[in-house]
């Protein structure tokens, strides 16, 4: 177990709906303003996704990216930035013929993928090395293409965050490890109870842990119901914690979360009760290995 864990918030995302908690941050300044409040509960890192302001659906706008990074530097300049390149991904089977697009459909080139990265430059960015189904429809990221999106964040200066939904994509990972695709430091997402990918238990952290390099940082993403239990099953299996209104919307069983920051809140009393402390802004930069 680690001496100081480090905390992310995962702010909104990019499948939580307002249906599902109404209190979803969707404006640059609700997801700015979340950001920094789960801040001061204790995390070191937001992770960013942003949405269109008027319907409240995911969005891929440099502009709401500018925005909200501006909004969190203007208040808080020693929070770690961690902007997702997830969305893009996804491609919607054509009910006619299989070969095309359906509705829904957002694939879309790596360049465009990583744009806001290149522009911003954030501290972290986050690399999906899954080609999986999700839901009925598949997300798809190839070996070339994630090549090229890790390329791309690393010219930015940023450090890749890779995504990890089964053991498959550890193996991509290593084979881009290998080749120089990726490089140091080397840090990683186990993504966890997503249908289709590694299932939420103690035994799957263990087996993920084994598959990436022992000198990797490696945080536990529990999904639904299993978001708490597995910031303790991280912390247990020396890894770091996230939660967030991405993750989970519930703080307890039948309960809505109040906020990100309460999320946070939970998570930081979790992590100290198993032992380690929080790591401040300043000693996550290094342990990362951030510049």
């Known amino acids: 177990m680690r001496d100081e864990v480090i905390l992310t918030c995962a702010v909104t995302g990019n499948l939580t709906t307002l249906e599902q908690h109404p209190g979803l941050p969707v404006t640059p300044e609700e997801i700015a303003d979340a950001a920094l409040a789960a801040a001061e509960e204790g995390a070191s890192i937001a992770h960013l996704h ?41 491609f919607v089977v054509g009910e006619e013929d299989p070969k095309l697009a359906g509705p829904g459909t957002t694939l879309t080139t790596p360049a465009i993928r990583t744009a806001h990265i ?99 940082q490696f945080t536990v993403i529990g999904t639904g119901r299993s978001s708490f239990p597995m910031v303790a099953q991280s912390v247990l299996a020396g890894g770091h914690a996230r939660v967030g209104l991405e993750d989970a919307v519930m703080i307890e069983r039948g309960v809505l979360a109040p906020s990100n920051a309460a999320m946070v809140a939970k998570a930081r009393r979790i992590v100290e009760h198993l032992g380690p ?7 996550a930069r290094a342990i990362i290995g951030l510049s």
């Open 50 to 90: 942003v949405r269109d302001p008027a319907t409240g659906k995911p969005s891929m706008e440099l502009e709401y990216y500018r925005d909200v990074v501006e909004r969190i530097r203007a208040k808080n300049k020693d929070l770690i930035i961690n902007l997702t390149t997830g969305p893009g991904g996804r």
């Open 118 to 216: 290149t522009a911003l430059r954030p501290d972290i960015a986050t690399l999906d090395l899954n080609t999986m189904n999700s839901g009925a429809q598949v997300v798809i990221n190839t070996p070339k293409n994630a090549r090229l999106m890790a390329k791309a964040i690393r010219e930015a200066g940023a450090v890749p965050e890779i995504e990890l939904f089964d053991s498959g994509d550890c193996g991509l990972m290593r084979d881009m490890l290998a080749d120089g695709s990726l490089g140091t430091p080397v840090l990683c997402s186990f993504v966890l109870g997503v249908k289709y990918g590694f299932p939420p238990s103690p035994e799957t952290v263990l087996y993920a842990r084994g598959l990436i390099p022992e000198e990797a």
């Open 277 to 283: 402390k929080i790591a401040s802004p300043a000693r």
